[in-house]
């Protein structure tokens, strides 16, 4: 079992940065490859970012690519997505997302994730 514990989320202005973290719970949180989804009011949840378990390997939707940046820290058990120059469009709840121990493929699908955060508020203004 794990459990993710987002925070980091606020009100900024476009073009400004935030960077959100996720803290996860349990002793195997290097086996679990993270994924980062968001939701906006009115629109169905959707994948921003995910990244292997050592982090050598990333993949960013097209919306967010060149903007936001995945890391993490194995031996914190975190998470991070850096977010630049921001926009009203990125206003949405963001998620935290852990696919199970030993899975090995990278996923922008959030039905592939089994563990999730109860998500922190992003919200940008113009």
């Known amino acids: 079992q794990v459990q993710l514990v987002e925070s980091g989320g606020g009100l900024v202005q476009a073009g400004g940065s935030l960077r959100l973290s996720c803290a996860a719970s349990g002793r195997t949180f290097s086996t679990n490859i993270m994924g980062w989804f968001r939701q906006a009011p009115g629109k169905e949840r959707e994948f921003v970012a995910t990244?292997?378990?050592?982090?050598?390997?990333?993949y960013y939707a097209d919306s967010v690519r060149g903007r936001f940046t995945i890391s993490r820290d194995n031996v914190k058990n975190a998470v991070y997505l850096q977010m630049n120059s921001l926009k009203p469009a990125d206003t949405a709840v963001y998620y935290c997302?852990?696919?199970?121990?030993?899975?090995?493929?990278?996923?922008?699908?959030?039905?592939?994730?089994?563990?999730w955060g109860q998500g922190t508020q992003v919200t940008v203004s113009s």
């Open positions: 990244i292997s378990r050592s982090g050598s390997a990333t």
């Open positions: 997302a852990a696919r199970t121990q030993g899975a090995e493929e990278l996923s922008i699908r959030g039905h592939m994730y089994s563990y």
